[in-house]
């Protein structure tokens, strides 16, 4: 079956860490996008990639880096820059990041990050 | 820039009964989708209904229906026969725009089906 998938399901961090969350997907979707998601604060865009070897911030990237070497894959690192990095995280895919091609994202089951 | 805004953070309704959710969005593009994403206690994102901005229907999925009203730049949703799985946080979602390619969310809307 096609779809995201995201690893760890849960994922637990000591200060001064870094962590990598990730993201896999087989939809052969161009596009790619890494969501975090605050109590009442919605979905924000931290990264996201159009195109293999390229990829553009988001409105949150600070303490977060990406990479994007395979069309299948979007590994978020988490950085111990991040300060406040007790989320949860969302990974996307579309067919195409704009345009008249554009239909919907799919996304992955999330990563529950937590600062221990 | 796009922006979407959902009224109403939280919302119950009866099992069985109907219930709306607002949203209300602002942009300058004229061709566009809109999408209302579920999001159970799961925390798996799923999609739906999507409806065309250059369609005049409304887009209906068995329970879930829209009214879409391009000139006020709202779109609702609609669900019928409420059912206790339908307890999710519900997010309005606009697309990339010109020059952008972010899906904007609504913060959403809990709401709690009540047996």
């Known amino acids: 079956d096609g779809g995201i998938t995201q690893s760890p399901k849960y994922l637990f961090r000591k200060e001064g860490q870094n962590v990598t969350l990730s993201c896999e997907q087989n939809?052969?979707?161009?596009?790619m996008y890494w969501y975090r998601q605050d109590p009442g604060q919605g979905l924000r865009l931290i990264y996201y990639?159009?195109?293999?070897?390229?990829?553009q911030k988001g409105d949150i990237a600070e303490g977060y880096s990406v990479s994007r070497e395979k069309k299948e894959s979007f590994p978020l690192t988490v950085t111990s820059a991040q300060k406040n990095p007790t989320a949860f995280y969302l990974c996307?895919?579309?067919?195409?990041?704009?345009?008249?091609?554009?239909?919907?994202?799919?996304f992955g089951q999330g990563t529950r990050l937590t600062v221990v | 820039a796009q922006t979407v805004t959902q009224s109403q953070p939280e919302m119950s309704v009866q099992e069985a009964e109907t219930v709306t959710l607002s949203c209300t969005y602002d942009?300058?593009?004229?061709?566009?989708?809109l999408f209302w994403y579920k999001q159970p206690p799961s925390r798996q994102m799923i999609l739906v209904i999507r409806?065309?901005?250059?369609?005049?229907q409304n887009a209906t999925e068995n329970r879930f229906s829209v009214n879409f009203q391009k000139a006020a730049k709202s779109f609702s949703l609609k669900i019928s026969d409420s059912q206790l799985g339908d307890t999710a946080m519900y997010f309005c979602?606009?697309?990339?725009?010109?020059?952008?390619?972010?899906?904007?969310f609504g913060k959403g809307t809990k709401l709690s089906v009540i047996p």
């Open positions: 939809l052969n979707h161009d596009a």
């Open positions: 409806q065309e901005a250059y369609k005049q």
């Open positions: 942009t300058s593009e004229n061709n566009y989708y």
């Open positions: 979602a606009f697309p990339p725009g010109a020059g952008s390619y972010q899906l904007t």
């Open positions: 990639s159009q195109i293999v070897n390229d990829f």
């Open positions: 996307a895919s579309s067919i195409s990041g704009s345009g008249v091609r554009y239909t919907e994202a799919f």
